[in-house]
């Protein structure tokens, strides 16, 4: 019985305080299968292979690989553009914008305009000979082990179906199984739609294999890769049936697949030799080795942290379309689908971004789960807020190391990004400018073709301050040292050569607040017309000076003087402050000019708010209250439309610590966007899949129950819809990780386990009084790494 496994496996994890058949925050689970619908799948990954389930009759995986993309790197740099920035700055400044934006788009634009795209590997298809006439029909995803399932009785057998992602062994492994013995059949291949090189079954000395073969189609520098399923069982007879492995009369049947890319080797034959590397040891290890070392290895990182927001009773017990369906109408019934969704990111997080070497990559705009060859955006890495988004939750949920492979590509973009600003800005001093998108070459070229998003030199600067992140949340001073400092001085080097003097202030520009238009005044050109080029846009001013104290900090704790140092304090003193306008909001540009769109989905002159810190309440509260007017202003006019959109807003009033703000719009967000299998969607189930939204809602929980930007700050957004709960293993700057549980809308204790000693400066909720171990609360205390300080409301 399904019910007594599913005891044996929650077992060693006490998430729940319900002993329902189904943990409510934990399994997404289904009575029928996907059908076509991709985004019922359930998606598991090893942070380079993923997989995504459809348990259908015949089952179909989609499989991807993480360095398979479009193409070989572009360069795409327009040559133009060096010669042209100055008549364009002058254009600028002297109220000819219209031209301004025609000359950006015809001088400056890459050619070709787009970069690499993600693609898929292509499909398995794993067919037993059913039809249709299954019953007890089941699926889940398991957000704690990293694992998918399907069960079924068809013709009085029961059958199951076990996916693992397995990072230790590098493999995808499942396991197909029939409880009656002698009662499975099954036939594997495997298909591409595009570009498939070879597609071929094969046996030899016992091993049975499929193999697909295929690349991005270039005639020459296309990535090339490899994929093998080895096919193992023990009973059964087992045969090459042309490109199929053909199983017949088996109990259990065992699958592994790697594949390997030339984007990582030098060849495919290099590839292939790793690939079978893989496969030998996991082979050789057997099924279940391999599984329960993928589930030891995901349990160490999704049980790290342990959410509880109350429980959901009978309301968390129904499946998870069900839920999603009663959620529309009745929300406060199951608040164990927030914290099911809150537990989704976090496993997303780590299906699609682990360290696998020199050359890991990051989660991209579906993480790393698409099927598509023109999927949507090029599910790449647009870096003026999605890609970022993406590692919101890194730190703060305890997930530091899924935090590696962006740092991997960016440092290789860093170079390109050299390259450029040479190319398009002249700048020689070594510094780095990255534009809205990258690929997997870390390509720096400005991407697309329009004004509003095309032309926006500051992408370096805020991947640059995720390294600085990095290091407070860890304290990890060999990281500081060798990883982050270059990347922080190189960014700075480029603004130093690239800002120019407008009105005292040392300005970006061209440049533009991202995706966002305005208009365009009379005296500047075609007034009334929708522009989205400019000089010293908010956005970029206070990326900029975040970016000047990342470099001064780091100068400060490595010890660093000289120009690094004074050059950062120069700049930092001449960045245009915020401006507000005539409702006394921040103001998006230079200027109040007439809004194209308040409701825009952007939030990028708040930028400070969250992920920034400047404009937080305890930073500045005049800006706070200034950032919140544009915010409620922008939301009274149909922001949060987006998912991604909708939990940035969660993240932004929970730096305004305004929970009742962060849950509505958490409420929001699960009345609208999950598609069934619970990813964030653009505007509801059957558009665009895109990750970030789930990452967004899950930094949005974490932010709403602690904050450290400024000081270690318990609850400090608590909504009053959840006045009871409890959460452990989040992780607060300074290296502190923190467990917090609550009841009657306040702090009932805290537990703060400091790794680094240091000062910790604390706060809990709206300023309330508290005690550390005893002793009442009056200012930062000291600590010693290791030890563990009690907080208790006094
Ligand atoms: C089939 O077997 C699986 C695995 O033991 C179990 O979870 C499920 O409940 C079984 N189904 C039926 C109808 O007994
Ligand atoms: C600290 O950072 C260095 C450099 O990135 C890394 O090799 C090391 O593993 C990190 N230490 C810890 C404890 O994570
Ligand atoms: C916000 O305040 C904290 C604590 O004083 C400080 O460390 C941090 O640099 C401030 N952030 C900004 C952007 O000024
Ligand atoms: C803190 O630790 C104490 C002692 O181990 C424990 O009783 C208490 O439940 C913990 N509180 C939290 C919030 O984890």
């Given amino acids: 019985m399904w019910f007594v496994k599913l005891t044996t496996v929650v077992a060693f994890v006490l998430f729940s305080p319900c002993r329902a058949q189904w943990d409510a925050s934990r399994f997404a689970w289904y009575t029928s299968d996907a059908g076509s ?46 010669n042209a920035l100055s008549s364009i700055r002058n254009q600028l400044t002297s109220g000819q914008i219209t031209a301004a934006g025609s000359s950006v788009l015809s001088n400056m634009a890459g050619n070709p305009t787009s970069p690499r795209a993600y693609n898929p590997l292509g499909d398995m298809t794993i067919s037993f000979g059913h039809a249709t006439g299954r019953t007890n029909y089941f699926r889940y995803l398991d957000t704690y082990q990293g694992t998918a399932f399907v ?14 992602a397995s990072y230790p062994h590098g493999v995808l492994a499942m396991r197909f199984k029939a409880q009656t013995a002698g009662k499975l059949d099954v036939t594997l291949s495997m298909s591409r739609s595009q570009y498939t090189l070879s597609n071929t079954a094969s046996s030899s000395s016992g091993i049975y294999e499929v193999h697909l073969s295929g690349n991005s189609g270039q005639s020459s520098g296309a990535i090339a890769f490899s994929s093998t399923a080895r096919i193992v069982t023990s009973s059964g007879s087992v ?29 495919q034959s290099a590839a292939e030799a790793e690939l079978n590397r893989k496969l030998n040891a996991a ?10 070392a993928a589930i030891t290895d995901n349990t160490g990182l999704s049980g790290r942290v342990k959410l509880n927001l109350g429980s959901s009773g009978t309301a968390g017990n129904s499946n998870t379309p069900t839920r999603l369906s009663n959620y529309k109408n009745n929300p406060n019934a199951d608040p164990q689908l927030a914290t099911l969704l809150f537990n989704f990111g976090r496993h997303c997080l780590i299906a699609s971004s682990r360290d696998t070497g020199s050359l890991s990559l990051p989660a991209n705009l579906q993480a790393i789960w698409n099927k598509d060859f023109g999927p949507a955006w090029g599910s790449k890495y647009t870096i003026n807020i999605n890609i970022e988004m993406n590692y919101w939750p ?19 973009a860093k170079g390109r990004g050299q390259a450029m600003a040479q190319v398009m ?19 720096a070229a400005p991407t697309d073709y329009g004004t509003p998003y095309m032309m926006w030199p500051m992408g370096g600067a805020w991947m640059a301050l995720h390294y600085m992140e990095h290091y407070r949340f860890t304290g990890n001073r060999t990281f500081l040292q060798t990883r982050a400092w270059p990347v922080l001085q190189s960014a700075a080097n480029f603004y130093y050569c690239y800002l120019f003097n407008w009105n005292g202030y040392m300005t970006t520009g061209p440049s533009l607040s991202p995706e966002n238009t305005f208009i365009v005044p009379s005296g500047m050109s075609t007034a009334g017309k929708g522009e989205g080029i400019d000089i010293s846009p908010q956005m970029d001013n206070s990326l900029l000076t975040e970016l000047f104290l990342a470099v001064i900090q780091t100068c400060q704790i490595l010890g660093i003087t000289g120009s690094d140092l004074t050059q950062a304090q120069g700049y930092l003193s001449k960045i245009r402050p915020p401006s507000t306008g005539s409702y006394g909001q921040i103001l998006e540009w230079r200027q109040e000019y007439g809004e194209a769109e308040p409701g825009h989905r952007h939030m990028s002159p708040i930028w400070a708010l969250f992920p920034g810190s400047g404009f937080t309440p305890l930073n500045s509260s005049t800006n706070s209250a200034a950032a919140k007017k544009l915010l409620d202003h922008r939301m009274s006019n149909g922001a949060g439309s987006t998912g991604w959109g909708r939990t940035w807003v969660m993240n932004l009033y929970a730096r305004l610590l305004d929970g009742t703000s962060v849950w509505n719009n958490a409420v929001a967000f699960i009345q609208k966007y999950p598609s069934p299998n ?65 009841s009657s809308g306040g702090l009932s204790s805290a537990n703060i386990t400091s790794n680094n000693g240091g000062q910790l400066a604390l706060r809990v909720a709206s300023g309330s009084t508290f005690s550390v171990n005893g002793i009442s609360y ?17």
């Avoid at 348990?55 to 360095?67: A, F, H, L, Q, Y």
């Avoid at 490109?243 to 009369?249: A, E, L, N, P």
């Avoid at 082979?283 to 329960?292: F, I, K, L, T």
């Avoid at 009056?778 to 006094?794: E, F, L, W």
């Fill in 37 to 82: 619908d991709y985004a019922s799948t359930l998606p598991v990954g090893n942070g380079r292979l993923a997989a995504a389930i459809y348990g259908t009759i015949d089952e179909k995986v989609s499989i991807n690989e993480n360095s398979i993309w479009s193409g070989p790197w572009q360069d795409r740099a327009n040559r133009n553009s060096k």
């Fill in 283 to 292: 082979v050789s290890a057997g099924y279940d080795a391999v599984r329960s």
């Fill in 778 to 794: 009056t200012g930062p205390i000291s600590t010693t790494a290791g030890s563990t300080y009690r907080v208790a409301r006094s």
């Fill in 239 to 267: 045969s090459v049936s042309g490109s199929s492995i053909r199983v017949t009369g088996a109990t259990t049947v065992d699958v592994f697949l790697n594949a390997e890319t030339t984007y990582r080797y030098s060849s």
């Fill in 151 to 164: 069960s079924y009785v068809y013709n009085n057998v029961n059958y199951t179906r076990e996916y693992v």
């Fill in 394 to 412: 890194a730190e703060v949920t305890n997930l530091q190391e899924t935090h590696k492979p962006l740092f991997d590509l960016i440092d290789l």
């Fill in 425 to 443: 800005y002249g700048c020689t001093n070594n510094g780095f400018v990255l534009h809205h998108n990258l690929d997997l070459w870390g390509d």
């Fill in 678 to 742: 619970l990813w964030n969607t653009d505007n509801g189930p059957g558009t665009s899949f895109q990750i970030d939204g789930n990452f967004g809602f899950t930094s949005g929980i974490a932010e709403m129950l602690l904050q450290s930007h400024n000081v270690v700050h318990l609850l400090p957004a608590l909504p009053p819809a959840i006045p009871t709960g409890s959460v452990t293993g989040l992780v607060a700057r300074g290296g502190f990780v923190v467990d917090i549980s609550w």
